[in-house]
């Protein structure tokens, strides 16, 4: 009895058939390789997009804005001057608001500034639904 035992635990025993529970080693190996190619293209795809749009984000038009002073005129404009700072051939725009006493915004509006010039200086009137008590630059942006 012991010889018997003895060959049911040989080394051709511990292989099963090929194909008898699932994929062989092999195939199992050719998918693992072509996920990780994949993965491997769409990393660098990824990285190459992030990379896009960094540099885009850092070396876009820049424009650049700041209120000098602001004067409510009436109960329905404020006239705002705004200095403006870009590239000499920059096309943009600044946006700016104003608040009421209460802080609820009662006035907001794009002002264009496509002049060739690096610096600009210049008055706008932003119209208000009540009296506004503040003017404040959001933001500004190139196209």
Known sequence: MSAVRDAGTSGSAARPPEG???????????????????????????????????????????????????????????EVHL???KDEDAKGYC???SQAEDGAEVGRADFRFDQHSSRMDKVVTLRTTSRGTTA???GCHGD
């Open 20 to 78: 008898r529970y699932g994929h062989s080693a092999s195939a199992d190996e050719r998918a693992d390789r072509k996920l990780k190619i994949v993965g491997a293209v769409l990393g660098a795809a990824l990285l190459a997009f992030v990379g896009w749009a960094g540099y885009d984000y850092i070396a876009g038009t820049k424009i650049s804005g700041e209120v000098i002073k602001f004067d409510v005129v009436s109960d329905r404009a404020v």
């Open 83 to 85: 200095e403006v700072r």
């Open 95 to 97: 946006t700016v608001r």
């Open 136 to 138: 404040e630059l959001v």
